[in-house]
Protein backbone atom coordinates (compact mmCIF):
# COMPACT_ATOMS: atom_id res chain seq x y z
CA UNK A 1 0.00 0.00 0.00
CA UNK A 2 1.13 3.15 -0.99
CA UNK A 3 -0.23 6.58 1.08
CA UNK A 4 0.69 10.00 -0.05
CA UNK A 5 0.53 13.20 2.25
CA UNK A 6 1.37 16.75 2.21
CA UNK A 7 -0.62 18.39 -0.37
CA UNK A 8 -2.77 21.44 0.06
CA UNK A 9 -3.15 25.04 -0.77
CA UNK A 10 -0.16 27.29 -1.98
CA UNK A 11 0.62 30.70 -3.45
CA UNK A 12 2.60 30.82 -6.84
CA UNK A 13 5.71 30.61 -5.70
CA UNK A 14 5.72 28.43 -2.83
CA UNK A 15 6.74 24.79 -2.04
CA UNK A 16 5.44 22.13 -0.87
CA UNK A 17 6.96 18.83 -0.14
CA UNK A 18 4.76 15.62 -0.96
CA UNK A 19 5.55 11.97 0.83
CA UNK A 20 5.09 8.98 0.13
CA UNK A 21 4.86 6.07 2.51
CA UNK A 22 4.92 2.31 1.59
CA UNK A 23 3.24 -0.82 4.14
CA UNK A 24 1.87 -3.85 3.55
CA UNK A 25 4.81 -5.59 1.55
CA UNK A 26 9.05 -4.51 0.72
CA UNK A 27 9.23 -1.47 -1.29
CA UNK A 28 12.60 -0.78 -0.41
CA UNK A 29 14.29 -2.64 -3.46
CA UNK A 30 11.15 -0.71 -6.57
CA UNK A 31 11.45 2.00 -8.56
CA UNK A 32 9.11 4.77 -7.29
CA UNK A 33 7.77 7.33 -8.56
CA UNK A 34 5.61 10.51 -8.80
CA UNK A 35 2.31 11.45 -11.56
CA UNK A 36 0.07 13.68 -11.79
CA UNK A 37 -3.48 14.47 -12.74
CA UNK A 38 -4.79 17.78 -13.87
CA UNK A 39 -8.86 18.41 -13.85
CA UNK A 40 -9.31 17.40 -17.62
CA UNK A 41 -6.01 16.11 -18.38
CA UNK A 42 -4.44 12.77 -18.64
CA UNK A 43 -2.10 11.34 -16.01
CA UNK A 44 1.36 12.28 -16.77
CA UNK A 45 4.48 11.36 -15.24
CA UNK A 46 6.43 13.74 -13.27
CA UNK A 47 9.89 12.05 -11.87
CA UNK A 48 11.07 8.70 -10.78
CA UNK A 49 14.07 7.53 -8.53
CA UNK A 50 15.59 3.87 -8.83
CA UNK A 51 16.20 1.65 -5.71
CA UNK A 52 19.00 3.33 -3.90
CA UNK A 53 18.07 6.74 -4.52
CA UNK A 54 21.27 7.02 -7.00
CA UNK A 55 19.75 7.48 -10.30
CA UNK A 56 16.33 10.29 -11.37
CA UNK A 57 14.70 11.41 -13.73
CA UNK A 58 12.32 14.44 -13.93
CA UNK A 59 9.68 15.44 -16.80
CA UNK A 60 10.84 18.95 -18.20
CA UNK A 61 7.71 20.58 -17.02
CA UNK A 62 9.42 20.67 -13.48
CA UNK A 63 13.01 20.20 -13.93
CA UNK A 64 14.94 22.55 -11.70
CA UNK A 65 11.84 23.02 -9.57
CA UNK A 66 11.09 19.38 -8.23
CA UNK A 67 13.38 16.77 -6.71
CA UNK A 68 12.44 13.44 -5.78
CA UNK A 69 14.35 11.91 -3.05
CA UNK A 70 13.68 8.41 -0.90
CA UNK A 71 14.96 7.10 2.66
CA UNK A 72 14.10 3.40 2.38
CA UNK A 73 15.27 2.95 6.47
CA UNK A 74 11.30 4.92 6.69
CA UNK A 75 10.18 3.16 3.26
CA UNK A 76 9.04 6.48 2.15
CA UNK A 77 9.97 8.53 -1.07
CA UNK A 78 9.64 12.24 -1.22
CA UNK A 79 8.55 14.98 -4.23
CA UNK A 80 10.19 18.75 -2.57
CA UNK A 81 8.03 21.15 -5.25
CA UNK A 82 9.91 24.60 -5.62
CA UNK A 83 8.62 27.78 -7.36
CA UNK A 84 5.28 26.61 -7.70
CA UNK A 85 3.20 27.75 -10.47
CA UNK A 86 -0.63 27.35 -11.22
CA UNK A 87 -0.16 24.74 -13.91
CA UNK A 88 1.23 22.41 -11.20
CA UNK A 89 -2.37 21.85 -9.93
CA UNK A 90 -3.31 18.63 -9.78
CA UNK A 91 -3.75 15.21 -8.06
CA UNK A 92 -0.49 14.10 -6.91
CA UNK A 93 0.30 10.25 -7.19
CA UNK A 94 3.12 8.03 -6.00
CA UNK A 95 4.00 4.81 -7.72
CA UNK A 96 6.00 1.60 -7.46
CA UNK A 97 7.53 -1.00 -10.18
CA UNK A 98 9.48 -3.73 -9.52
CA UNK A 99 12.00 -2.81 -11.78
CA UNK A 100 13.61 0.22 -13.19
CA UNK A 101 12.94 3.46 -13.67
CA UNK A 102 12.39 2.99 -17.23
CA UNK A 103 9.00 1.34 -16.44
CA UNK A 104 7.91 3.52 -14.02
CA UNK A 105 8.18 6.37 -16.57
CA UNK A 106 6.36 4.48 -18.75
CA UNK A 107 3.69 3.92 -16.49
CA UNK A 108 4.29 -0.13 -16.01
CA UNK A 109 3.70 0.84 -12.03
CA UNK A 110 2.33 -2.57 -9.89
CA UNK A 111 1.12 -0.29 -7.31
CA UNK A 112 -0.12 3.16 -6.78
CA UNK A 113 -1.25 5.88 -3.75
CA UNK A 114 -4.63 7.34 -3.60
CA UNK A 115 -3.32 10.65 -4.69
CA UNK A 116 -2.75 14.01 -2.46
CA UNK A 117 -4.39 17.22 -4.17
CA UNK A 118 -2.29 20.37 -4.42
CA UNK A 119 -3.86 23.43 -5.49
CA UNK A 120 -1.19 26.33 -6.85
CA UNK A 121 -3.06 29.57 -6.08
CA UNK A 122 -3.52 33.08 -5.10
Known amino acids: QLVESGGGLVQPGGSLRLSCAAS????????KGWFRQAPGKEREFVAAINWSGGLTYTADSVKGRFTISRDNAKNTVYLQMNSLKPEDTAVYYC?????????????????WGQGTRVTVSS
Open 24 to 31: GRAFSTDA
Open 95 to 111: AAARGSTDQVMKGEVNA
